[in-house]
């Protein structure tokens, strides 16, 4: 080893260079336990953000698991003529305007022929969720045949009788003033005797749009608004991001001019998202007059704030590409727009799509901004085009987390989990076109 160091003038004999290989020795063994600390700490860094991503998920699922299933009762309504078309015509429109939350009270009624007290009455029809109305509506206008007959209809019981079956209201609890009372918890055991009580997957959850009543409210409204955005936003960011990097890259001359627009690029991709949500606000919306709360503005306002990132990503990946490809291109007789085009953004694709996935990742999270131009709005209807109304799912976990029903609370957590696997399948469908694309040399 002392063969490998420059020997020191002050060394005069053997007995000098055993003290110089001693102290090398002595700083090489605290350079190699101060190796070792370090990967101990990264080590215990990533073990720690692991155990963090660990309890974060366990959370979120244990939380979401109960708004997978929902509780029904299946109640026998006598469908009387008199009552939804006197006329017998079979018209729709009657059809619809008839009162079939008259007939699901009279249901409950023949259940507990007892109860003429009219707080009890009272209590005993808020044992049921107002859409088991529509549940029956849509049971008689998909086959009018019914009408004078007595059906058997499965409706959902309310979110707070929900909630108690589930075991997320305890009994103690019930009884101390909440929205279950001992008089509704008595029935529904009473109805669970007799069979008509049932756990069901919650389809609602992934085919409706948002309501006030937490057992009918679903995400399928705010996942289509979510991908009308996202589509738009990748539609405006991409190519315009990437033929901006290319010509600055690529084809811009090295002026002041130049400099100056990099410059608020870079700072662009750091401005906070509120501003490009006030910029849309403004602009879109107070200048050029388009729809409030449409996934339209929704995705030029997140376009926005996404070209920038995808900007720096793409000219990263461009002046990654070895000069020798450009040299070799430009040797053989090809233009500058040939070897740009034909040889060097080829190679640089897979890193432009890794900065478009993380650009589009980011927008997806983003709520700020959608703020800013109402798509925080109450909308119960599903979007048909980029044009409607709608809100997102970043917005509609905002909303349901600052609900004030229990029912809300596992909503918001299973909502959250549709929010990542629909990150996880974009991220996928891009992993998947940068493979595509990934040249190796």
Known sequence: MINNVARPTFIRSRADARDVSQVISAGLARRYA?????????????????????????????TAIP?????????????????????????????SRADYQKLIRQSLEDLFPGVTDRQERRE?????????????????????????????????????????????????TAQNGSRVSDRQIDWFHRLEQRGLIERVFNRTLFTAGDSRSPELAGVW???????????????????????????????????????????????????????????????????????????????????LMTMPIIIIASRAALKAVPPSMREAALGVGASKMQTVFHHVVPLAM???????????????????PLLMIGMVAFIADIPQGPLDAATVMPVQIYLWSDA???????RSSAAILVLLAFLIAMTLVAVVLRKRFERKW
């Open 404 to 410: 004030p029903e229990r029912a809300f609370v596992e």
């Open 124 to 172: 005993l029809f808020a044992l049921i969720s107002p859409g088991a109305t529509y549940a029956l509506r849509d049971k008689v206008l998909a086959d009018p045949a019914l009408i004078g007959q007595r059906v058997r209809v499965t409706v959902p019981l309310s979110d707070d009788l929900d909630q108690f079956a589930k075991g997320q209201i305890a009994r103690a």
């Open 67 to 95: 708004a997978f299933t929902q509780t029904m009762i299946d109640l026998d309504v006598t469908l009387y003529p008199q009552d939804i078309d006197p006329d017998g015509a079979r018209d729709d429109g009657v059809l």
């Open 350 to 368: 897979p890193g432009m799509l890794t900065g478009t996935i993380l650009g589009m990742a980011h927008a997806l999270g983003e709520t700020a």
């Open 34 to 62: 101060a190796e070792r600390r370090f990967r101990l700490y990264g080590l215990c860094a990533i073990v720690f953000a692991t155990l963090c991503l660990v309890v974060l998920l366990w959370t979120i699922i244990r």
């Open 221 to 303: 409204g705010a996942l289509v608004g979510t991908f009308w955005t996202m589509l738009i936003t990748i539609a405006i960011a991409f190519p315009l991001a990437v033929g901006a990097a290319i010509y600055l890259e690529e084809f811009a001359p090295k002026n002041a001019w130049t400099a100056i627009v990099e410059v608020n690029i870079n700072n662009l991709a750091a401005v906070p998202s509120i501003v490009f949500g006030l910029l849309g606000l403004a602009v879109f919306l107070g200048v050029f007059g388009l729809p409030r709360s449409s996934p339209l503005v929704g995705g030029m306002v997140l376009s």
